[in-house]
């Protein structure tokens, strides 16, 4: 910088100036690749917000993307008495439930044992020593009282630290000389967890029972039950019963419209966020000629594309009257968005609530007992499938074809080949003896489709094109970073350069005005000899 203080002097230029300029010119490049990089970090910036949206949005299509997701169930209680409001049982469903009715009977609920003891003036009262023993089903445990824990709330301390089902309490009885009795009550019903004691000592604590265990008592559809408890899981697929009180009734499993009606609404919103979303990134104002960040990109237009045709396409391979979503009241907008109409949708749900299923979800048949379908992967195409063994090798044939390709697998299972529609369906096939097992069918809905599509952007071990358009604009980040690196340097070299070039310019000019100084003073020294001066 010592430099500057020369500038000039000599030459009288604006030499800082004409410096500076030069130096600007120079930058023309390197602000053009800012420019450059400014857009594809904008691009980057909307690839990542496109991939976050569209992962939330796999997280609303897995929800309804098979039968049991999509699918839900509730379930009521109806007293054969119609004027008996007694709460027999509550139901609770899962995913799994399917809808049915089923009558029950609840004879008896499940209890626990409960002991009472003899009463004591007070907690601190003092029992006799000796040993205090509980039974608690196949568990068992002695409790030895010394002088160190003796008393009567000593003893509520041992059971309650016994490490058995169980718990000791007091209850005041409001007597004038022994109010105070220690209770005792499991924390396990059911006959397999019944509680006793016993107690060896001079003078031993009494204690009697209140209530005995007991299992629960009901019978289902004509199959009598006992279980050890009131809640019940295992008696009927996705349900829950929780046994409250003796007496009979109808249970009742059915489709819980407005939980479905929810998920597909669900979907919707998901579906037209993301639209709404690619509309604004590829828009193109032509008044103003301004695009929106990923104009024109071919991905982003092709998953616009993509989208729109999922939800509008015809499902094919299902049963039933519905094979468009717009039979069911579900259209699109002349701007890619959907809408619902909730009657369309709801008399649709009432008509035939299983093809909906289907439109949404993936499902499967199989015309054969032999065969069973046990799932697919992203790589199976819908449609149906003919299976023959041959040679003991079972063997797939798109229906329609008679091109049959051995299915890949050991012992009962096996799988549709790679590079075939059928790769990934997975079946069970019973017997290995050569002849026709009947046809298998999968039928894929919008769900998983969608999730398809999704899957195929989002997930970065497939490596798909939303992937690789990350990639790219990382790269050319990079590159843009490594060129700006080279851009700079040139210019600090250029400006040494340059600087240097107008330094060494400002001392020649102070040489030759220097020279010409001496010069002009030897041609006036001449010329005052001649002049006679």
């Known amino acids: 910088m010592a430099q500057a203080a020369i500038f000039g002097i000599n030459s009288n230029l604006d030499t800082g100036g004409i410096i500076d300029n030069l130096i600007a010119l120079q930058r023309a490049p390197v602000r053009l690749v800012e420019a450059k990089r400014t857009i594809e970090e904008a691009k980057l910036l909307s690839f990542r917000d496109l991939k976050n949206r569209l992962q939330n949005f796999k997280s609303v299509v897995t929800t309804l993307n098979t039968d049991a997701r999509f699918l839900s169930t509730q379930g009521s209680f109806s007293n054969n008495n119609s004027i008996d409001n007694n ?8 995913s799994l439930a399917t809808s049915g009715t089923f009558s029950l009977t609840v004879n008896n609920l499940a209890r626990e044992t409960k002991l009472i003891s003899d009463g004591f003036a007070a907690p601190d009262t003092t029992i006799s020593e ?3 023993k509980i039974v608690d089903g196949s568990s068992s445990a002695t409790i030895t009282l010394d002088d160190s824990n003796n008393t009567v709330d000593g003893l509520r301390l041992a059971i309650n630290n016994s490490g058995l089902n169980l718990r000791a309490s007091f209850i005041n009885d409001g007597s004038d000389t022994n109010p105070v009795r220690l209770a005792v009550s499991g924390t396990k019903s059911g006959l397999d967890n019944a509680i006793s004691v016993s107690f060896t000592g001079t003078d031993a604590p009494t204690f009697s029972e209140t209530q005995s265990a007991e299992n629960s008592n009901f019978v289902l559809d004509g199959v009598a039950v006992t279980k050890s408890g009131n809640v019940v ?19 009742t499993l059915s489709a819980d419209t407005d939980a479905i009606k929810g998920k597909i609404q669900a979907y919707v919103d998901g579906f037209n966020e993301i639209v709404a979303y690619l509309n604004a990134e590829l828009a193109l104002n032509s008044s103003t000629g301004e695009t929106g960040v990923l104009f024109a ?3 982003v237009q092709n998953l616009q594309q993509t989208l729109r045709e999922s939800i509008s396409k015809q499902i094919v391979g299902i049963t039933g009257d519905f094979n468009y979503l717009s039979q069911i009241g579900i259209r699109t907008a002349s701007d890619g968005t959907v809408t619902i109409d909730d009657g369309e949708l ?8 299983a093809n909906i299923s289907q439109l949404f979800s993936s499902s499967s048949s199989t015309t054969s007992s ?7 992967t992203s790589d199976t195409q819908p449609g149906g499938y003919n299976i023959r063994v041959t040679d003991g090798v079972p063997q797939l044939a798109a229906s329609g074809s008679t091109t049959f390709v051995d299915a890949v697998g050991n012992g009962n299972f096996f799988a549709g080949a790679e590079g075939t529609d059928a790769e990934g369906l997975n079946f069970r096939i019973a017997s290995l003896i050569d002849g026709d097992y009947g046809n298998i069918s999968l039928s894929i809905g919008v769900a998983e489709i969608t999730n398809r599509v999704l899957a195929n952007l989002t997930d970065a071990s497939l490596e798909g094109p939303l992937e690789a358009e990350i990639d790219t604009a990382v790269e050319t980040i990079e590159d843009f970073d490594d060129t700006l690196l080279q851009l700079e340097g040139r210019i600090i070299l250029f400006e040494e350069n340059i600087r240097e070039r107008f330094t060494n310019l400002e001392v020649v000019l102070g040489r030759l005005n220097s020279q010409k100084a001496a010069f002009e003073s030897s041609i006036a020294g001449i010329q005052s000899l001649f002049s006679g001066k």
């Open 297 to 299: 990109n071919f991905t």
């Open 87 to 94: 709460s027999v049982v509550s139901l609770s469903t899962s």
């Open 233 to 251: 899981s295992d008696v009927i697929d996705g349900t829950i019963l929780t046994l409250e009180s003796a007496g009979s009734g109808t249970v």
């Open 130 to 132: 000796g040993t205090f």
């Open 370 to 376: 032999a065969v069973t379908f046990i799932g697919f």
């Open 346 to 353: 709801t008399d649709a749900l009432a008509s035939n609530i």
